[in-house]
């Protein structure tokens, strides 16, 4: 309840016969030039007013907002309510759990651990696409997932019950963000608080980065690490400068043969080229009007990929239409009309409101479109796609069995070979002393399945055609689209070829209804596409394995194969071990290219296959005519399948209601599980805090290059046998067939610690020519190759500190508190970089460690750092007296590790705590600790 109200905006809002208690934002003067998303962070400032952490200075910096000025004001959101996914979810109620305990602990009730906000999570990211194909895979692969994730199952039951306002969604329901805007989004909360029931605008933060999805309904959210989340559940706002907008104008509308996958494929490159990071995108113009809600999703959900913190659209017809066909009451969608006209939320096409920047696009100008081999934003024209794979290819193919860039490092200076992404971080090495054939010479091989099947695998072959993710498989023009496609290429007899995985995992299961009501389930299953499960599956990484024969035939050769998904990210490692060049595409171009069964391929020129007279038949001939598809979409869907798929959401099927569930406040940890631990942050804690000390003395642990992603610093897929965290599952008596992913695993911090920076595709820079979890080891004589984390134990147990060196856009990604815990609980105390994604940055705050910036334009190779140094870090002590360095000393002696002749570097570090609040965290150690205390 808002104890200040020097604005006077309390005022009363009845709809119907029910009185709401509201904030106004016209109380505030400048709030009519104020884009959409600023009026909703007013609102929540209004409502909120207390004098101390909000006051009524930061309510008028945002009245008197200057678009153009550098983000300088920091203002603390409180978040309506806070959505989960179950692999960053899992942590959060581990953490909550162990909070109970240390609350205990510390003399306090563990019962005061609770979520103060709604929070709702979605159990979508666990079912691994093992069948593929087949009439019962979707059975199968749901009874696996339980075999695997009973633990943290149990687990979650648990948490459903111990804690308030915390809902489960089980699985085989959908995609997290999918069920957020099908079912869970309000658009308008309501709420009592101090005995009023409030009417506000419904904002969240989310455990996964693709949160932003719920913008296309207007709802402001984004996704935070869950380290964040904990927090904004325990009722502490979000601190957050007020950012720049950028205005997107949209106009025009979308031609007959495009996609709303190629709109937000366009969309993602031009963002991306002008630059977003940190700011919120706001879409605006007569255009908008013409994007359905499903497209203005679409859109939403790839901001992390064009790496805004937000992508909104405003409330209009278009989204009460939306609320009313999903089922939500004519009481809700007649309180969000109300409320959002006389907050001035309600879209008018005239109104220019103020934005930062301004960018536009004419939607009858966007062109078919994929995207690859290895980033999002990395754009193909679908008419240059062979060509290019062709060009892209040499990167990837080599007689020496590794990805090797085929230009020796003489061609560039070493510091900065051409598009230093991780992808390419290995072009840093000098490859002279070998010898490379050219990239084409490929090596295909004779396969043969045992269904008899036999054929030539080569480089490009489609290995995967995977329709999955959250951005496109519940998106009915592009869903239906590939259904029409199937059934024409069907009509045609054409077949998908034997080497493709085909899998279809819808976002929801109103899917399959309209599906089945337009007819078009049994074209689907005839090209192989059949329902695997409703989840992330492929997009996150869990495509399941290749047929054997075709892993075997791929690794014996190294052969460059290819995925198609309909996802929103195919950053390189991350889709398939077997997998090297990654695209995105919509649904009907992946059923296309399963077809064409190759990457090396132009629609345009190369046929698909004969039909029955023996005639080619090309793309052109089968795709669906617009009229068709949206013909479809009006006769197929309807809104009682979305009341009957969420009648009863929270009560699961027959697996999850017959879980054996432990009960009481305080969760009974089981000493031999190997999902769900307890972990160490609170052990040995006091109330009082630790002063903040100068890092003296430490090491690099790795050396890395631009674009590391989460995932390389944590990965969410396969733990190979070899690793310390397949070691320490084998310890613990698990056959290699149990060992999961580490997504799934994220309960236990002991093989999470063990799989920090242990992405098969990560590079290291202090070794050479070396891909994966490896650094030099400091401590041992002849600093000798070892495994990062077994180095670590070694520097932790001699009380040597470490540091990473970064590049450009670390910790880009999703939003993976794991790596920054990881990250934390190896002993790494300063991550320095050249830039950071802003998650991660925060994240490492959230975990006691200082995010640091080289000077602008250097870099640790234009410095001369090589990371065999001794780093000493000064200047940090200055947070004990309250306030923030700017920068900080960094000096890098030589070692007795380091070349002759290197001599000591020193450098003043820019300190990326930005705000007042993450300085409170980091003093504390780290949030959950400052939590902690604030609450005892």
């Known amino acids: 309840m808002s104890a200040v109200n020097s604005f006077g905006a309390k005022d009363t809002l009845r709809v119907g016969e029910t009185d709401y208690e509201v904030f106004r934002v016209d109380t505030v003067a400048g709030y009519e030039k104020l884009p959409f998303s600023l009026k909703v962070l007013l609102e929540n400032l209004l409502r909120t007013e207390d004098g101390a952490n909000v006051t ?65 999570m979605v159990i979508d990211h666990s079912v691994i696409a093992d069948l593929f194909g087949t009439e019962n895979a979707l059975e199968r692969n749901v009874e696996i997932e339980y075999e695997r994730n009973g633990e943290r199952y149990q687990f979650l039951r648990w948490g459903q019950t111990a804690f308030e306002d915390f809902k489960v969604v089980p699985p085989g329901t959908g995609i997290v963000h999918q069920v957020n805007i099908e079912y869970l989004a309000r658009v308008t909360m309501t709420r009592t608080v101090g005995g009023a029931l409030q009417a506000y605008p419904d904002t969240c933060v989310g455990t996964d980065s693709h949160t932003t999805m719920v913008n296309g309904l207007g709802v402001l959210g984004w ?55 940190g700011k919120f995108v706001e879409f605006y113009g007569s255009g908008v009007a013409a994007v359905p809600l499903a497209n203005r999703a679409t859109i939403g959900n790839m901001s992390p990929e064009f790496g805004s913190t937000a992508a909104m659209f405003p409330i209009d017809d278009v989204t009460l239409d939306y609320l009313r066909l999903t089922g939500r009451s004519e009481e809700q969608v007649a309180l969000v009309e109300s409320y959002s006209k006389l907050q001035k939320l309600w879209h008018d096409p005239a109104a220019e409101p103020a934005f930062s ?32 794979f062709e060009q892209d290819l040499l990167n990837y ?117 309209y599906y089945e009501k337009a007819g078009l389930t049994d074209d689907l299953e005839a090209l192989g596409f059949y329902t695997v499960g409703y989840g992330c599956t492929t997009c996150i990484g869990n495509s399941g394995p290749l047929l054997d024969e075709i892993s075997a035939a791929v690794n014996e050769q190294d052969l460059a194969v290819t995925a198609v998904l309909s996802g929103n990210r195919n950053f390189e490692g991350r889709i398939n071990p077997d997998v090297k060049m990654n695209y995105l595409a919509s649904p009907p171009l992946v059923i296309a290219y399963a077809i064409a069964g190759s990457m090396n391929f132009d629609f345009d020129a190369d046929a698909l296959g004969t039909d029955s007279e023996g005639n080619d038949v090309y793309l052109k001939d089968i795709w669906p005519d617009a009229a ?43 000493e031999k599980s190997t999902y769900v631990r307890k972990p160490p942050y609170f052990d040995g804690m006091t109330m009082e805090t630790t002063p903040v000390s100068d890092i003296q003395g430490a090491r690099v642990l790795a050396k890395l290059g631009d674009s590391v992603t989460t995932d390389h610093i944590s990965p969410a897929g396969n733990i190979k046998a070899d690793s310390p965290a397949g070691r320490y599952l084998v310890e613990h008596g698990v056959e290699r067939k149990d060992f999961n992913s580490y997504g799934s695993r994220r309960g236990n911090h002991e093989i999470m610690i063990r799989g920090t920076f242990a992405n098969i595709r990560l590079r290291n820079q ?10 030099r080891d400091f401590t041992q004589e002849g600093a000798p190759q070892s495994f990062i984390y077994d180095a670590s134990q070694n520097y932790q147990a001699a009380g040597i500190p470490l540091v990473i060196f970064g590049g450009k856009e670390y910790g880009s990604g999703s939003s993976r508190d794991w790596a920054a815990k990881g990250t934390s609980l190896l002993g790494v105390k300063a991550v320095i970089t050249e830039s950071f994604e802003r998650i991660h940055r925060s994240n490492l705050i959230g975990m006691g460690v200082v995010p640091l910036q080289f000077p602008a334009g250097q870099s640790w190779a234009s410095l001369g750092l090589d990371g065999t140094e001794t780093v000493s870090i000064t200047g940090l002590e200055q947070l004990n007296e309250g306030t923030t360095p700017k920068t900080v000393r960094v000096t890098a002696v030589p070692s007795e590790q380091s070349p002759a002749g290197n001599e000591t570097v020193e450098f003043d570090a820019v300190v990326r705590i930005d705000t007042p609040g993450e300085a409170d965290y980091y003093r504390n150690g780290g949030i959950l600790q400052y939590v902690l205390r604030s609450l005892v």
């Not at 696009?361 to 060509?387: F, H, M, N």
Request: hydrophobic content about 40%.
């Open 628 to 670: 068709e598809v949206q013909d479809t979409i009006d006769n197929s869907i309807n809104k009682g399948m979305f009341e009957t798929q969420y009648a009863g959401v929270f009560d699961g099927d027959e697996r999850w209601r017959s879980l054996e569930t432990p009960a009481g406040a305080v969760f009974e940890w089981d």
């Open 357 to 388: 920047e301004y960018i536009e696009l004419d939607l009858s100008t966007v062109v078919p479109s994929i995207a690859g081999p290895k980033r999002p934003q990395d754009r193909i024209e679908l008419s240059a796609s062979k060509a290019k």
């Open 223 to 277: 996704g935070v690490g869950g380290i964040e989340a904990e927090a904004a559940m325990l009722g502490q706002p979000v601190s957050m400068l007020i950012p720049k907008v950028v205005g997107f104008k949209l106009t025009g509308s979308i031609p007959a043969a495009v996609t709303a996958t190629d709109v937000v494929l366009t969309i993602t490159d031009m963002l991306r080229k002008h630059g977003v990071v």
């Open 766 to 775: 202090l070794l050479d020519n070396v891909e994966g979890g490896y650094t």
């Open 397 to 513: 193919a080599d007689v020496d069995h590794d990805l090797v860039d085929l230009e020796t490092a003489e061609s560039f200076p070493a510091s900065d070979p051409p598009g230093n992404t991780p992808e390419s971080e290995h072009s840093h090495h000098h490859h002279t002393h070998r010898s490379h054939a050219p990239a084409t010479a490929s090596k295909p091989t004779d396969v043969s399945l045992a269904t008899g099947e036999n054929f030539v695998l080569d480089h490009g072959a489609v290995a995967i055609a995977a329709i999955t993710s959250c951005t496109n498989t519940s998106n009915p023009s592009v869903m239906l689209a590939a259904g029409l496609l199937a059934r024409n290429a069907v009509k045609k007899g054409l077949k998908v070829k034997p080497w493709v995985k085909t899998t279809l995992a819808p976002g929801s299961k109103v899917v399959t209804d």
């Open 56 to 120: 009524k200075s930061q309510i008028e910096a945002l009245g008197s907002w200057v678009p153009e000025s550098e983000p300088d004001t920091e203002i603390q959101f409180t978040p309506a309510r806070v959505i989960m996914q179950d692999f960053t979810g899992v942590p959060c109620i581990v953490d909550l759990a162990t909070m109970r305990e240390a609350v205990s602990a510390l003399g306090g009730d563990p019962n005061k651990i609770n979520p103060l906000a709604p929070a709702e």
